[in-house]
């Protein structure tokens, strides 16, 4: 008998034996087989979640912030609760531009039993971020967003928006703020420089990952992908605090 090999939590192993014990039970039985495999979650996730992968999934439990069981052989098994985290996490990223470090502290006070705030929202409850999951073609982007067609393809031309087949919450919401500036007279053509000072942040957070991201191993690029995030969201709490600042010498 060939010796038994260590498992890869791949997605050939979707079918790997149960992480819950079955005690007999039809019941049990029913939960045991809603258990998802590392490659079932990928099939289910990875359409809205692209950038999704084995790596990213290991870095976020090594994290804390998803804690799937594990088989007799080691294999990660999710249930359908951990597959609903998983969602509000990549969801909470995506659209919310959140740190790993506070959706943690967010997850945590739901799992104690609290209400909290949804970070950078005000609101109470985890239920409405998940809207944030969904697509709107450029009609529906342009509509619900309150503008003109020549406002959308005037963002497009100064980079403030940028060209796709679909569009989310956070296209909507920038869409939305444009509207509102063109009624003061600030026209997306105002704002081509948001481009440039964008890219100059990109090149601060590529040089402070460059010694990670040299190793090249798949851990590795999870963890440059989550550091990346990290950093994004330290220079926009900096940002953020230098526009109040200034906001002082108009109405002091």
């Known amino acids: 008998?060939?010796?038994?090999?260590?498992?890869?939590?791949?997605?050939?192993?979707?079918?790997a034996?149960?992480?819950?014990?079955?005690?007999?039970?039809?019941?049990?039985?029913?939960?045991?087989?809603?258990?998802?495999?590392?490659?079932?979650?990928?099939?289910?996730?990875?359409?809205?979640?692209?950038?999704l992968t084995p790596s990213k999934l290991r870095f976020l439990e090594e994290r804390g912030l998803v804690h799937p069981s594990r088989t007799p052989s080691g294999y990660r098994k999710f249930?359908?609760?951990?597959?609903?985290?998983?969602?509000?996490?990549?969801?909470?990223?995506?659209?919310?531009?959140?740190p790993l470090a506070v959706i943690k502290d967010y997850l945590n006070d739901v799992d104690a039993g609290l209400n909290p705030p949804m970070p950078g929202t005000g609101l109470a409850g985890g239920a409405s971020?998940?809207?944030t999951g969904r697509r709107l073609s450029r009609d529906d982007l342009t509509r619900e967003a309150g503008a003109t067609p020549m406002l959308v393809q005037?963002?497009?031309?100064?980079?403030?928006?940028?060209?796709?087949?679909?569009?989310?919450?956070?296209?909507?919401?920038?869409?939305?703020?444009?509207?509102?500036?063109?009624?003061?007279?600030?026209?997306?053509?105002?704002?081509?420089g948001f481009r440039q000072a964008t890219e100059r942040e990109l090149g601060l957070i590529e040089s402070a990952l460059m010694p990670v991201a040299r190793r090249r191993d798949p851990s590795s690029r999870a963890k440059v992908a989550e550091m990346a995030m990290e950093i994004a969201?330290?220079?926009?709490?900096?940002?953020?605090?230098l526009i109040r600042s200034a906001l002082g010498r108009i109405a002091p």
């Open 233 to 241: 969201g330290q220079l926009e709490v900096v940002r953020s605090s």
């Open 1 to 15: 008998m060939a010796a038994a090999t260590q498992p890869s939590d791949s997605g050939a192993q979707s079918s």
């Open 129 to 131: 971020i998940l809207q």
């Open 17 to 51: 034996p149960s992480a819950v014990p079955v005690s007999g039970g039809s019941a049990a039985s029913a939960a045991s087989a809603q258990l998802l495999g590392i490659g079932q979650v990928l099939s289910k996730l990875t359409g809205d979640f692209p950038e």
């Open 154 to 192: 005037d963002a497009f031309s100064a980079s403030v928006l940028v060209p796709a087949e679909t569009y989310g919450e956070d296209s909507l919401v920038v869409l939305k703020a444009l509207v509102e500036l063109q009624r003061s007279g600030i026209e997306p053509r105002h704002l081509r």
């Open 79 to 98: 249930s359908q609760n951990d597959l609903s985290r998983l969602r509000l996490i990549l969801t909470m990223q995506r659209d919310c531009y959140l």
